[in-house]
């Protein structure tokens, strides 16, 4: 298990940085990605920290459940869920992760493409 470390995403949680917040509740925040690479990208993420896929606990399943539903719920508001969107969380290195507190990555407003991997769509 990694250690459980305070990130820029904590920052955000108690306000210490700015970021364009778009739902929170007790669970979980989402804001917009600071280098969007879609029309609409947002991250969701738990106020708890932790650090990657690997680290979900079983007493975490509500809260990675729930991230799933803001995403759908804050898609809604932003006019993307009928179209779609593509909801990713990338892991550890090879996975592309940069920033070690969990987070879903809601990307649409235009045709996401497959297959996701590719540099380009680097997300
Ligand atoms: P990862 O590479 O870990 O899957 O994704 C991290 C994401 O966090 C990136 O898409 C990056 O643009 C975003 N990000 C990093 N720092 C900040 C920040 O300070 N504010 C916001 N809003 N997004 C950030």
Same mark, same amino acid.
């Given at each position: 298990?990694? *250690? ?6 904590? $920052?955000? !949680? @108690?306000?210490?940085? #700015?970021?364009?917040? =778009?739902? *929170? ?6 804001? $917009?990605? !600071? @280098?969007?690479?879609? #029309?609409?990208?947002? =991250? ?80």
């Amino acid at each position: 298990m990694s *250690e459980a470390q305070e990130t820029i995403f904590t $920052k955000i !949680i @108690n306000r210490e940085i #700015p970021a364009e917040v =778009l739902y *929170e509740d007790e669970l979980a925040l989402a804001f $917009k990605d !600071i @280098n969007p690479q879609a #029309p609409v990208h947002f =991250l969701v993420i738990p106020k708890k920290i932790i650090p990657t896929i690997n680290d979900i606990a079983e007493e975490d399943r509500e809260i990675v459940g729930h991230l799933y539903r803001v995403a759908a719920k804050v898609a809604q508001d932003l006019g993307v869920a009928a179209d779609g969107y593509r909801a990713v969380m990338n892991c550890n290195e090879h996975g592309g992760q940069t920033v070690y507190h969990i987070h879903l990555h809601v990307l649409g407003g235009k045709p996401m493409g497959w297959p996701p991997y590719t540099e380009k769509l680097k997300v």
